[in-house]
């Protein structure tokens, strides 16, 4: 009774490892597979939660902060830990919705750190509770909360990048453009380094209400008002005729208006002796407005190795 019960344990046991080996190629070949995929395919990884600071009493007047992933060199020998470039990350949502929750996209905060940026993406108050005038001013003392924190958070107060969308687009572009709004808060151009609009189509505003689709005049009414004096105070294109940012990167779509007014900023601003450049990538109409927005990060996306390359220029990472 032995004998047989000792084949059977036996058989049992070359069974269960072949069984144990089989499972170990299976899950070789799946992480080959995986290591294959391209990060688009895989979609974008899971973000550390941010660090959440207040820079003003509302409520609205918050950010998240991701500080850079310090890499080391290839021999291992040492770590850069340099103060990081900054990018400040302005939502979009027509003025009156949005947040840095739902609207800064899910590549942005996992990317440009892993580039060696610190990042932070801002709420701010929103019309019509506030004004168009006030969230431009909210950019301005997110910076300033930021640049004070500088030591602590491990970054450059004199390397600031804003980049927005949307709404966001004209917001970085009004405060790179209209110095008013950083020395309210005690700041100049001078800790700014760049400004990247990401397929704005208010720059120029009285322009916009008269040209603009149909369907976003009542939103453009409600930001903007009707008066033509407050219009083009709030019109980075005709703001630019004065000393503005140091240098711009207008990233656009396929949308008519937005290519109309990103041209016409880019022109301002070169006008006034700005350095600015402006790449145009596919899409159009909503779809494509909310995808550049999306997939910016996402290493697949041409516009990535866009910004990844104007950063390093302009930023010295």
């Excluded at 899409?283 to 290493?299: F, M, T, V, Y």
């Amino acid at each position: 009774m032995r004998r047989p019960l000792l084949i059977a344990a036996m058989a049992f046991g070359v069974w269960g490892l072949a069984t144990a080996e089989a499972q170990t190629f299976r899950e070789r070949i799946r992480a080959r597979v995986a290591e294959r995929l391209t990060a688009s395919e895989q979609g974008p990884p899971q973000a550390p939660a941010g660090q959440t600071i207040a820079y003003g009493r509302d409520p609205l007047q918050v950010l998240d902060f991701w500080p850079a992933v310090q890499k080391s060199s290839p021999t291992e020998k040492y770590r850069d830990v340099r103060p990081a470039p900054l990018i400040v990350y302005v939502h979009g949502g027509g003025w009156q919705r949005g947040s840095k929750d739902n609207a800064t996209g899910k590549w942005k905060p996992v990317h440009f750190p892993q580039q060696g940026y610190a990042f932070a993406s801002i709420n701010y108050r929103l019309v019509p509770a506030a004004r168009v005038e006030d969230q431009a001013a909210d950019v301005a003392l997110a910076v300033k909360a930021l640049v004070d924190r500088a030591a602590s958070l491990g970054i450059d107060p004199h390397r600031v990048v804003l980049m927005g969308h949307s709404a966001g687009a004209h917001l970085v572009a009004l405060v790179g453009t209209d110095e008013r709004y950083l020395k309210a808060a005690g700041l100049s151009f001078a800790e700014l380094v760049g400004v990247v609009p990401i397929d704005g189509a208010a720059y120029d505003v009285p322009a916009q209400m008269k040209d603009g689709p149909g369907i976003m005049q009542q939103t453009y009414q409600q930001a903007f008002g009707t008066d033509p004096t407050r219009q083009r105070l709030l019109s980075p294109t005709l703001q630019a005729a004065a000393r503005n940012a140091p240098t711009f990167l207008l990233l656009h779509v396929q949308r008519p208006d937005g290519v109309r007014q990103a041209k016409a900023l880019e022109a301002a601003l070169k006008a006034a002796g700005t350095a600015a450049e402006r790449r145009d990538f596919p899409g159009e109409g909503l779809q494509g407005h909310a995808k550049i927005n999306r997939s910016l990060g996402d290493p697949a996306y041409p516009a990535t190795a866009a910004v990844d390359a104007w950063l390093k220029r302009v930023a010295g990472r």
